[in-house]
């Protein structure tokens, strides 16, 4: 799956492009949001969306930001015939990286003020290798 978005970003870089190519609607994000939603989305009505995928070819920078919803629902309240939602919420990730020098960052926010970013983690992370 990451070989097919790599694949397709680097035959991408061999075009000069003034602007950012938007591949939201590209066969590799489409793989890609599968892989989002099969793997990381949970609960039985778990959706995954693209709402923004662009690759610049004279740069190589690449950046997604997508919605993962979570949401598990059993049955119905008797009588009412509304589902019993367990759980239901989502988070939104962004991701940037340049294909070409190796380098990125992401950003995840879970809502209410919680968000893990890469950049807040790596300082972290170099010291306790160190």
Do not use: C
Not at 59 to 88: C, E, L
């Amino acid at each position: 799956m990451i070989r097919l978005l790599l694949a397709t970003l680097l035959a991408m870089s061999t075009f000069a492009a003034a602007n950012a190519a938007d591949l939201k609607n590209d066969d590799a994000a489409k793989k890609a949001i599968e892989w989002v939603r099969d793997n990381l989305a949970q609960g039985n009505e778990r959706e995954a969306e693209i709402n923004d995928f662009t690759f610049d070819p004279q740069t190589g920078a690449t950046h997604m930001n997508i919605t993962i919803r979570n949401r598990q629902v059993s049955g119905k309240v008797p009588f009412t015939n509304k589902p019993i939602v367990a759980y239901d919420y989502s988070l939104n990730a962004s991701v940037d990286f340049n294909v070409r020098g190796g380098n990125g960052n992401f950003e995840f926010d879970f809502g209410r003020g919680f968000k893990l970013r890469s950049k807040d983690l790596l300082p972290k992370i170099e010291n306790i290798v160190k």
